[in-house]
Nanobody
Framework: QVQLVESGGGLVQPGGSLRLSCVAS????????MGWYRQVTGKERELVAR???????DYADSVKGRFTISRNIAKRTVYLQMNSVNFEDTAVYYC?????????WGPGTQVTVSS
C-alpha cells in the first residue's frame, strides 16, 4: 500500500506562484509514474502533469510553459511548481501514484486563484 499526502495549496492572486508537494509513504519506492490531477466541482478530474521515475514529463496543454513537475525519489516527494496562475487553475489538486496496476490518490489540496 501507498499513502500520499498533498500540501501547499491555498489562495493566490492571478499571475502569482504556488508550489504543491506530495509526500509518499508505505511502498513509495516501488511507485512508477506519479502525477498531479485537478478537479472542479461538477467536472471530471483531469491530468495536470505526470512524471516517470526516469524524469520524463507530460503536461496538459493548458499548463504547458507555466507549471513544472519534479520528483525527488530519495525524499519520496513530487512537486508541482505553478507559475503565472489564472482563474481557471482554481481546483482541488490531487496527487496520484501508480504501483503495478493500482492507482493511489491523496486527499487533495485546494488551490484558489482570486484577486
Amino acid at each position: 500500500q501507498v499513502q500520499l499526502v498533498e500540501s501547499g495549496g491555498g489562495l493566490v492572486q492571478p499571475g502569482g506562484s504556488l508550489r504543491l508537494s506530495c509526500v509518499a509513504s508505505g511502498r513509495a519506492n516501488a511507485l512508477n509514474v506519479m502525477g498531479w490531477y485537478r478537479q472542479v466541482t461538477g467536472k471530471e478530474r483531469e491530468l495536470v502533469a505526470r512524471i516517470t521515475p526516469g524524469g520524463m514529463t507530460d503536461y496538459a496543454d493548458s499548463v504547458k510553459g507555466r507549471f513544472t513537475i519534479s520528483r525527488n525519489i530519495a525524499k519520496r516527494t513530487v512537486y508541482l511548481q505553478m507559475n503565472s496562475v489564472n482563474f481557471e487553475d482554481t481546483a482541488v489538486y490531487y496527487c496520484k501514484g501508480v504501483l503495478g496496476t493500482a492507482d493511489f490518490w491523496g486527499p487533495g489540496t485546494q488551490v484558489t486563484v482570486s484577486s
